[in-house]
């Protein structure tokens, strides 16, 4: 599944739900930004010491994940990068964010500026990112989560 694909499913669901559309620039209640913030910062430090409980649980079983190189990834797959090794936080710095709210669903914006290890390669090019938070059964789970690399000036 393309992020080309997904963006043209939120349009159209905008376009045919017109309520969703104006509770898309509703701002989540300062409580509500703190709970997503404490998930984050808790997802956060479980991606730099490879927890794979806490991992586990804040990973929706069906996110769907969309790393820098556009490459769609499982919940399986992402946690497997990080129990092998394969996926290290070398530093780690994210802010920048920006909130909106739907009901019990949370968009998450930001960049990260953090220096990550994949396969070997290190990556230190500073990302934007877009996290989907949904509360179920009371805890905010990670749905969906993209990246994409900001250009540098040469």
Request: proline share 3%.
């Given at each position: 599944?393309?992020?080309?694909?997904?963006?043209?499913?939120?349009?159209?669901?905008?376009?045919?739900?017109?309520?969703?559309?104006?509770?898309?620039?509703?701002?989540?209640?300062?409580?509500?930004?703190?709970?997503?913030?404490?998930?984050?910062?808790?997802?956060?430090?479980?991606?730099?010491?490879?927890?794979?409980?806490?991992?586990?649980?804040?990973?929706?079983?069906?996110?769907?994940?969309?790393?820098?190189?556009?490459?769609?990834?499982?919940?399986?797959?992402?946690l497997a990068d990080f129990q092998s090794g394969?996926?290290?936080?070398?530093?780690?710095?994210?802010?920048?964010?920006?909130?909106?709210?739907?009901?019990?669903?949370?968009?998450?914006?930001?960049?990260?500026?953090?220096?990550?290890?994949?396969?070997?390669?290190?990556?230190?090019?500073?990302?934007?990112?877009?996290?989907?938070?949904?509360?179920?059964?009371?805890?905010?789970?990670?749905?969906?989560?993209?990246?994409?690399?900001?250009?540098?000036?040469?």
């Amino acid at each position: 599944m393309s992020a080309g694909y997904i963006l043209r499913m939120i349009g159209l669901i905008a376009l045919v739900c017109p309520g969703m559309a104006k509770a898309q620039t509703d701002v989540p209640s300062p409580a509500i930004q703190q709970e997503v913030l404490k998930t984050e910062a808790a997802r956060d430090e479980a991606m730099q010491k490879a927890d794979m409980a806490v991992l586990n649980r804040i990973y929706a079983d069906n996110v769907v994940i969309v790393n820098t190189r556009g490459v769609h990834l499982t919940k399986a797959q992402r946690l497997a990068d990080f129990q092998s090794g394969d996926l290290k936080f070398l530093s780690f710095d994210q802010g920048d964010y920006s909130f909106h709210s739907y009901g019990d669903t949370v968009i998450l914006n930001g960049r990260a500026n953090s220096a990550v290890q994949f396969h070997g390669k290190i990556n230190r090019v500073p990302r934007k990112f877009t996290l989907t938070y949904i509360k179920l059964n009371g805890e905010w789970q990670l749905v969906a989560q993209s990246e994409t690399l900001i250009d540098q000036p040469q």
